[in-house]
């Protein structure tokens, strides 16, 4: 009951938001934010399913292999967060390519010879064997073999991985198109696909694909680290989150060394590619030499929302985003004022990015830091780092969904880039208040989702220390045979 | 490879026809597959606890994989004739959303009642999870009929006509899934249920029928055709079959009897929109098709993936065959 009350409250305050946002949302307006809003909580269930698979790989293998209670340990209880973030990443993501349709159907129209192949490819090829294989995963321990439970575990990872890349496919398309030709159709341009590698295997697809599957093991590895950091600080001898600390301290070094490196590269790519998504990066108007502002802090309120060089109070390195764009101190980088099109929304974009390069630096000390106790000894003892752990266990999220922002706020106004905008891909025929209205239910209703989610995360947590408490956690817990579940 | 294309001809001719029956073969698997699951979730409106864990660990292996069908679907409309789901989608606004929440519902229901330990919690997400699964068939039932028939809007007659008969089949499936998936008291019940459940179908189909023919005079000779009657004798046949098999515990055979129920149902579907793609705003397959190479290139991984996909659901199927039982939950 308090559900539906809460719920029910929360409907009533919602019919007099929609009745004052229907004054000014347009159908372009509250689609983008329904969009990026989907994304941003439906992001971190598909980050979670990418980077946790193999994480489950490795515990699956290993309790396989060695016979050892830890690992199986660690793999009920991430196969758990895991099953629920799947079941929250399908609710979340189903809804992403019917969006398509509904809200951007001219988009669709022109698009669909080079977009609608790879989605329909994405579901062949990833979403049957995802689903087929956590069916097994989840519920077919005592029904199959252990040979047959591991590779399960295997596909799942297979499968969430093939997912990200036909989605990247079509979104780096949008970025960088190529491989197509525009032709008239009954009064309507349609990009019709001559050559698919080059369209799918267009300039930006290795970029992304890489730095976003690093990101997503980088978010579920802080995530791991975090709660590891959280039992361990609570009973100091856990075999088992000892083993996962470890494992997640050395993931975390390499991963987050690398992606910095590969982030600096791919920079250096979007400069050449999209320039005016680079300059919004760097909040650089004036066409010239680029500094490279390291800290950024706004003196005044005026500065967040529209965020200049000049307002800000910055430690930069004079002349260095000249040099990360093109590998000259003194390259001329065009501003934002001296292209032809409307600026994408630089404050989002701006400060995003800051966010986003700061935490990946946080992390590279994070994983020295842990590098260094398990090298000279006292990691589990070391409350200082527990405790940063334990903060930093959402902050993969938080990168990861800003990197996706500075991605795609930083190309508007285009939606195809050069091709077509965002305005212009919007359904013709779609009304503001059906816009507005659907947009309200989205943001309400994801906002309740990502509650329950956390709720039920919390109990998972809280089920596990008291397993800690009782101190049962390094014994054989016995089983009744054909039970899976164990509580 | 790169030759083939290069190709600026279809692989064969009729390959948009082809295109068009799979998306109709996909439909069908949804519809099929799917309403397994979603006749589940109305029987399990008035299950006891007991019987309500048996009945979730029946469904918890395989939804998933079941749902995939509706995607399957809308991607591969999307992949062979955008014109038309961009059209479909933006008409149909909406109601897309209302399906998505019911099938959200759906499957939230199912997978977090057992996250809580307090009654109010279960009793929730359990009627998250009967609406959800009743709704769902309506309103997907509603919004293909408005797709078929070309009404602008859903909530007319022969739209809502057709939601009601779709929740009826998916009744007849569900029981014949469980037929399967329990043993004892339940499935008799079930059973029960589902022979009642064709009753109703055979009805409200015949009722659907003649609300076409009312208010769709353009359907009239379609209607009044060879292929209607075959459509009414293969599911006299499949109904006398699933009704036969159920009194007699014949469970495999009840299955083949519900498919062909649905599979005459889509059938119908087709035919009735076939050689449009497109009722509302005139568009026939030619009309919609994407250019050959994108669709050859999609007719060479559907033809590589349908079989493993085959293989997929064989494996699951046969990994949990037999009756489920209710301790067998993941959580």
């Known amino acids: 009951m308090y559900v539906t009350t809460i719920a029910g409250s929360v409907f009533a305050e919602s019919a007099q938001t929609v009745a004052l946002l229907l004054a000014f949302l347009t159908p372009e307006l509250a689609s983008r934010i329904q969009f990026g809003w989907a994304i941003t909580i439906h992001i971190i269930f598909a980050a979670l399913s990418v980077g946790l698979a193999p994480f489950l790989v490795y515990f699956v293998v290993q309790e396989v292999r060695t016979g050892e209670e830890r690992y199986a340990r660690l793999r009920k209880f991430w196969t758990k967060i895991f099953a629920v973030g799947f079941v929250m990443g399908t609710v979340t993501g189903i809804p992403m390519g019917f969006m398509f349709g509904t809200n951007f159907a001219t988009f669709s129209e022109v698009s669909g010879e080079l977009i609608g192949g790879p989605l329909s490819f994405e579901a062949k090829m990833a979403f049957f064997l995802e689903a087929f294989a956590l069916g097994i995963l989840l519920f077919g321990r005592e029904r199959v073999s252990d040979r047959m439970y591991a590779l399960s575990a295997f596909l799942v990872a297979l499968g969430a991985w093939m997912s990200a890349f036909w989605i990247l496919v079509v979104n780096s398309w949008m970025q960088t198109p190529q491989g197509y030709e525009l032709v008239m159709k009954e009064g309507v341009p349609i990009a019709q696909l001559t050559d698919p590698m080059a369209a799918f295997f267009n300039p930006r697809f290795p970029w992304m694909y890489v730095h976003m599957q690093n990101a997503a093991v980088i978010s579920v590895t802080l995530l791991v680290a975090g709660i590891a950091a959280y039992f361990i600080w609570k009973n100091r001898d856990s075999q088992v989150w000892q083993t996962a600390l470890k494992v997640a301290i050395v993931v975390l070094l390499v991963t987050s060394i690398f992606q910095v490196i590969h982030g600096d590269m791919y920079g250096r790519h979007v400069a050449e590619t999209q320039p005016h998504k680079f300059a919004a990066m760097e909040a650089h108007y004036e066409t010239g030499a680029a500094d490279l502002h390291i800290v950024a802090i706004p003196t005044e309120l005026e500065a967040i929302t529209d965020p200049r060089a000049d307002n800000l109070y910055t430690i930069s390195i004079p002349y260095l985003a000249s040099f990360l764009a093109e590998g000259d101190f003194t390259a001329e980088v065009t501003g934002l004022n001296d292209f032809e099109y409307e600026s994408p929304p630089v404050a989002w974009v701006f400060w995003s990015f800051r966010v986003m390069v700061g935490l990946g630096f946080w992390f590279v000390f994070l994983g020295l830091w842990g590098a260094y106790r398990l090298w000279r000894g006292g990691l589990y003892e070391d409350d200082r780092y527990l405790q940063a752990l334990m903060l930093s266990a959402p902050l993969g999220f938080v990168a990861t969904i800003t990197g996706w922002y500075v991605a795609e706020i930083g190309r508007q106004p285009w939606i195809i880039q050069d091709v077509l905008t965002t305005a212009e891909g919007v359904s013709t025929n779609l009304g503001s208040t059906e816009a507005t209205l659907t947009l309200v239910g989205f943001v309400v209703g994801y906002v309740l989702l990502f509650g329950v989610f956390l709720y039920v995360f919390r109990r998972i947590l809280v089920e596990e220390a008291e397993r800690q408490g009782t101190g049962t956690e390094d014994r054989e817990t016995p089983e009744s045979p054909g039970v899976i579940a164990d509580d | ?331």
């Not at chain 2, 026809?17 to 073969?25: A, I, P, T, Y």
């Not at chain 2, 069908?28 to 019987?51: H, M, P, Q, S, V």
């Not at chain 2, 029981?175 to 409200?204: I, N, P, Q, S």
């Not at chain 2, 009414?232 to 098999?245: H, Q």
Request: charged share 10%; with cysteine.
């Open chain 2, 1 to 331: 490879m790169t030759e083939l294309l290069s190709h600026t001809e279809y692989l064969v001719d009729s390959l948009p026809e082809l295109w068009f029956g799979l998306v109709v073969v996909a439909l069908g698997g949804y519809l099929l597959l799917d309403g397994f699951d979603f006749g589940l979730g109305i029987l399990y409106a008035d299950a006891n606890e007991k019987e309500r864990q048996t009945m979730l660990a029946a469904f918890g292996p395989v939804w998933k994989a079941n749902e995939v069908w509706l995607v399957l679907f809308g991607t591969v409309l999307f992949a062979a004739f955008p014109v038309v789901y961009a059209n479909l989608l933006s008409r149909h606004y909406l109601l897309v959303f209302a399906i998505l929440l019911a099938l959200s519902l759906r499957g939230l229901g199912s997978k977090l009642r057992g996250e809580g330990d307090d009654e109010r919690w279960v009793r929730f997400w359990d009627a998250c999870f009967v609406v959800g699964s009743t709704f769902s068939p309506f309103l997907l039932g509603a919004f293909v009929a408005s797709w078929v028939l070309g009404t602008p809007s859903a909530f007319a007659p022969g739209p809502v006509a057709v939601g009601l008969t779709v929740v009826a089949l998916c009744v007849v499936l569900g029981a014949a899934f469980l037929g399967l998936k329990t043993e004892g008291l339940l499935r008799e019940t079930v059973a029960r249920r589902g022979r009642m459940a064709t009753g109703v179908y055979t009805v409200v189909l015949l009722a659907t029928v003649a609300v076409l023919y009312g208010f769709h005079p353009e359907l009239r000779p379609k209607i009044v055709a060879t292929p209607t009657l075959l459509v009414v004798a293969v599911t006299a046949a499949s109904a006398t079959a699933f009704v036969y098999a159920s009194a007699r515990a014949r469970y495999r055979l009840a299955v083949g009897g519900a498919g062909g129920i649905a599979a005459a149902f889509v059938a119908y579907v087709a035919y009735l929109l076939y050689p449009s793609v497109d009722p509302a705003v005139g568009l026939s397959i030619a009309d919609a098709v994407v250019s050959p190479l994108p669709l050859n290139l999609a007719s060479i991984f559907a033809v590589t993936f349908l079989p493993v996909i085959a293989i997929y659901f064989t494996v699951l199927y046969s990994v949990f065959s037999g009756p489920a039982s209710p301790e067998e939950s993941y959580s």
